[in-house]
């Protein structure tokens, strides 16, 4: 967790970032992002592969370290399922930033079509994580 640092404001600019990505939403409608439904479920390392030259960083690393760091959410998630969970939120060096930045650049883009293909593998296992972890009713930070 990122903690505030005294300030002008009384946060960091890397904490708003990181709670508050929209600045460069362009507050547009877009169809709905199909297409990873068809596709074959696959480890967390094979789904992210085309993702390291978009990123222009390996995400190896960062793989490795959500599969050590998940806790167990759920009883019915696989560890990748967890660890994809894990990847998505976790923050990454300030220059590369985390793997939900460069989704949601991908998911605002005027490219939007095109760009999307990459990412529908890892897309399809962070989904499927997600709809299996169980409903809460209580804040979620």
């Known amino acids: 967790m990122i903690l505030p640092r005294r300030g002008t404001d009384g946060l960091d600019f890397v904490m708003k970032q990181r709670y508050s990505d929209i600045d460069g939403e362009r507050m547009k409608l877009f169809d709905p992002v199909e297409g990873y439904q068809k596709l074959l479920l ?3 390392e ?3 592969t085309s993702q390291s030259t978009l990123i222009k960083r390996r995400v190896g690393r960062q793989v490795w370290m959500a599969k050590e760091n998940r806790q167990d959410l759920c009883d019915s998630l696989t560890q990748d399922e967890a660890a ?5 939120t ?3 060096k300030a220059s590369y930033r985390g793997l939900y930045y460069h989704l949601n650049q991908t998911l605002r883009s005027k490219e939007r079509a095109q760009r999307i293909k990459v990412w529908l593998p890892c897309l399809k ?3 499927i994580a997600l709809y299996k972890l169980p409903s809460v009713k209580q804040a979620v930070w």
């Open 90 to 92: 976790m923050e990454w």
């Open 125 to 127: 296992l962070v989904v």
């Open 46 to 48: 094979e789904s992210v």
């Open 84 to 88: 994809a969970i894990c990847l998505y």
């Open 42 to 44: 696959l480890s967390l």
